[in-house]
């Protein structure tokens, strides 16, 4: 009997190790580069997945300026010149999906480059949830000489945002914005400045309901400002042209109604006989 409970409780290990190894290569998540989509050769789309299903997509273009140091004519003052380039499309993807946080991170040539995007849900006031970017990271090697032509002291930097909250979108809903959205991270190479910017963006980092398909879009408010100057002047012109309409109604049945009344004479001498 001893023995026999000694068996069945060692068996009962193992099979929980196993289920516990099938949990870890189920919950194994997968970076999807879905570029080849988009017809905008600037918009890059990615996707890490989760057990088979889309837990994050992101769709954007994003434009990178990064300065960097040049040695003078004289070769001894620094010069500070300034690398611009885009997010390729043939990236490399990683990322992790909870249910409080989420990241992707997007690497190219060698990892010389690994943009980090970090997002986060909360709850705000009247219990109203939301998530948004908390964090962004820009990894650069100024030695990759495509974009950085004769760097100074090359080497591998860091750029950072801090107490980010940026693209704060209700829950349950992807974010919509073809306006120019600009970061401003801080570098590890002095402190310089590098900017971030992404436009035709659709994020969702959380509650994606169907597989590689966005949730209901909430449109940023410069979108909603742009289109309301668009349409404002049609609503004006509208309203004008109404007002007139009304006004030049109201003077034809004026017209008509003074049309049919008598009308007394003008010379006074015709009101003798009267």
Known sequence: MGRLGFSTTESARLLLCAVLALSVVLAEQEGENLSGLSTNPDKAIFAVRENGTTCLMVEFA?????????LALNGIDL????????????????????????EIHISWKNKAYTLRI??????????????KISKVQFVYDTSETSHFINAYNPGKHTAS?????ALVTPGGRSYVCTAQQTLTLISSDHQKGVTVSMYDIQIQPFDIASDFMFSEPYKCITDQRERLEETLPLILGFILGLIIV????IYHFHLKLTASQPQLPRDRSMYKNM
Request: aromatic fraction near 12%; glycine fraction near 2%.
């Open 79 to 102: 010069i500070t010149e300034q690398a611009s380039f885009m997010l390729p499309r043939n990236a490399e993807i990683e990322g992790k999906c909870a249910s409080t946080e989420s």
């Open 161 to 165: 945002t801090h107490r980010l909250s």
């Open 62 to 70: 994003v434009k990178f300026l990064v300065p960097y140091d040049v």
């Open 118 to 131: 970090y997002f986060s849900k909360e709850f705000r006031e009247k219990s109203v949830e939301v998530w």
């Open 246 to 249: 009304i006004t030049l109604t």
